[in-house]
């Protein structure tokens, strides 16, 4: 059977920045834009051009930085609103307007305060103006989820005569269950006669949990544009996850269903939009999530041990993620230990091994997870090799506005002071930069984040840090109510893991 293709749609750069406190600048979209280029996603949606000058603007200039993916601008059933996005697009090399209103009762009544007649005139006219300035044009009928069937079938048969080429059938509430959406869709396909010449689209909301079931139900019943965004972040409780709709297809193959991502750059991207739009990805997030590929219970880490399909879908490197990790914690079994002494340079006979395991059970019961040099003291490594004692001895920061930040470090290793000064982009950076100096090890910073424990000014913040040298990834922790302190001794913590 041949394979269809499914059309990957990103609104990270829309809808995704519509959480509060993720808006981006220019430069930090056009850097998203040109990973999502490197991903293979078919059309990125720049943002909607008559809501500021900004979004006018960030769509411009990614028209002009990207080649390959089609630029999507969107618009409300103005005309105003569809010109400046036409304006917007004038330098894509492939431009598509998406434009459109609700269908639903309660947008009709209550939030258009019109009538159905008068609403099915006015998407026309829409898409037809649309249509004026460029071919491809894609209407969505907001709030399709909680439409009637039969009136949002009438809509979408007269904007595909007007001309439209994607016709989106958003679950912009995130209300509608699986088997709902899939039999919309399929409802769709069946009843509206020149569906054949347009593209349906999904654009499923995560209110519920369930934008990614939903995504799947459309693409099962007909669907071949998926509307999404990395990690999942949008409105509210967010969007379908590219990273989740991707990798269902790639493992779930039996559908017959393929994308043009390349998936090894998935983590990649995910963590920079992370990053840039200072939004931490949980833990526990599919696919993506810092313990998506992570093993603790020792029932699991001797079968991932002894053949990794055994409890993973997926090998972690088909999403650009070194290895699995094998956390070792109180839940812990013997395989788990032997595999991670011995990638130590440990081996022990059986009889050895069972009584540092128990050993170990100690520790682990006082400890959330015994990291490599607890390891070294339970395996009886040399006192020398066991306390390196890299500590954080003295740390003073010149930072404030019209300065640039500067930092000296004085780092206790191997029982020697060392002392480093260095200039950064903040405080943090200049103390690291500072450490980076004396231990002379090339790491990149994968993850930092700080959290609250307690309130108010003199606040306890958390912080971890994530380091990866040689391909492998170290995690480093610290508490205080100095926050640069805290970010300087988690870094040393990771780093003791490297020297």
Known sequence: MAKDRVFIFDTTLR?????????LNTIEKIEVAKALEELGVDIIEAGFPISSPGDFNSVVEISKAVTEPVICALTRAVKKDIEVAAESLKFAKRGRIHTGIGTSYYHIYHKLNSNPEEILKRAVEAVSYAKSFVEDVEFYAEDAGRSDNKYLAQ???????????????????????????????????????????????????????????????????GARQVEVTVNGIGERAGNTSLEEITMILKSRKHLNLITQINPRKIYRTSRLVSTLMRMPVQPNKAIVGRNAFAHSSGIHQDGVLKRRENYEIIN????????????????????????????????????????????????????????????????GASTRDIQRNLHLNKLQVVCGKGTTPVATVSLLWDG?????????????????????????????????LIQAITRGSDDLGKVHMQLEHKNVVYYGFSASTDIITASVEAFIDAMSQVV
């Open 155 to 221: 809509v979408i048969e007269a904007v595909i005569a007007a001309g439209a080429t994607v016709v989106n059938i958003p679950d912009t509430t995130g209300y509608t269950l699986p088997d709902e959406y899939g039999k919309k869709i399929r409802y769709l396909a069946d009843q509206v006669s020149n569906i054949d010449r347009a593209v349906i689209s999904t654009h499923c909301h995560n209110d519920l949990g369930m934008a990614t079931a939903n995504t799947m139900s459309g693409l099962i019943n």
């Open 316 to 379: 972690p490197r088909t999403v650009g993620i070194h290895e699995s990790s094998i956390l070792l914690t109180a839940r812990s079994g013997r395989a788990a230990l032997k595999h991670r002494l011995e990638k130590l340079g440990y081996t022990f006979s059986k009889k050895a091994l069972d009584s540092i395991y128990e050993e170990f059970l100690k520790l682990a019961d006082s400890k959330k997870e015994i990291v490599d040099e607890d390891l070294k003291m339970l395996a």
């Open 416 to 448: 020697e002071c060392h002392t480093s000064t260095a200039e950064g982009n903040g405080p943090v950076d200049a103390a690291i930069n500072a450490a980076k100096d004396i231990l002379k090890k090339k790491v990149r910073i994968e993850e930092f």
């Open 15 to 23: 809808d995704g920045e519509q959480v509060p406190g993720c808006q």
